[in-house]
Structures are given as structure tokens and as C-alpha cells.
């Protein structure tokens, strides 16, 4: 009863863009809040972006506030996230997370969850 399938993941150099997606099947997703959870080598898991299920209102970490950009499409059912100018400290397992409070993603609490796409920035 629902599923989320990261993609977009890679290398790139530091400076450079990529543009992950979350495509979700199984249900709508229209009435979630989607995000994206970031958990580097030896560190625990980040919050990363949320996007409400109107589009209204989105959080960002400050890590990359300015840089990353979440987007939605409920018509899709899919979650994007823009990253540019991206930094080594953003190499990271990326995410999608699917949760009905941004609270809940925030505190780990999401109710479906990606399998993850590995997202590695060079120096």
C-alpha cells in the first residue's frame, strides 16, 4: 500500500548539479507531506527538504538552504529535488520520505520511505 522509488543519484565534481526524483505508486501521496532524508558515512540520518501536499510551504536544512530546491507534482504522484553548487559534504544515501506532518519527517516518524539513491560529490 504504497511505494516510493528514488533515482537521479551518481558522481558529480563539487560545483556541479543533480536533480533527484521520487516516483510513487501503490496510492496517492497528494495528501503528504514529501521529503527527502540524507544519512552520510559515520553520521546519522539529516533531514534534508520537505514540501507540503499543496506546495505552500517548504523547509530546508541550512546545509543547503539556497542551493537544493524540492518540488511536487501530485498529478504524477512525484517528488523532485534540484541540488546545485554542490559540495563533497553533500555525499550522501538520499531518501524519499513520505509522512501526514512535516513534524513526523522531521522526528524520523515518515510512513513510507525509499529505498535510497546514493548521491557522491568529488573534490
Known amino acids: 500500500q504504497g511505494q516510493l522509488v528514488e533515482s537521479g543519484g551518481g558522481l558529480v565534481q563539487a560545483g556541479g548539479s543533480l536533480r533527484l526524483s521520487c516516483a510513487a505508486s501503490?496510492?496517492?501521496?497528494?495528501?503528504?507531506?514529501m521529503g527527502w532524508i540524507r544519512q552520510a558515512p559515520g553520521k546519522e540520518r539529516e533531514f534534508v527538504a520537505s514540501?507540503?501536499?499543496?506546495?505552500?510551504?517548504?523547509y530546508y536544512a541550512d546545509s543547503v538552504k539556497g542551493r537544493f530546491t524540492i518540488s511536487r507534482d501530485n498529478a504524477k504522484n512525484t517528488v523532485s529535488l534540484q541540488m546545485n553548487s554542490l559540495k563533497p559534504e553533500d555525499t550522501a544515501v538520499y531518501y524519499c520520505?513520505?509522512?501526514?506532518?512535516?513534524?513526523?519527517?522531521?522526528?524520523?516518524?515518515?510512513?513510507?520511505w525509499g529505498k535510497g539513491t546514493l548521491v557522491t560529490v568529488s573534490s
Open positions: 514540501i507540503s501536499w499543496s506546495g505552500d510551504s517548504t
Open positions: 520520505n513520505a509522512a501526514l506532518t512535516v513534524q513526523a519527517m522531521w522526528n524520523g516518524q515518515g510512513d513510507y
Open positions: 501503490g496510492r496517492t501521496f497528494s495528501s503528504y507531506t
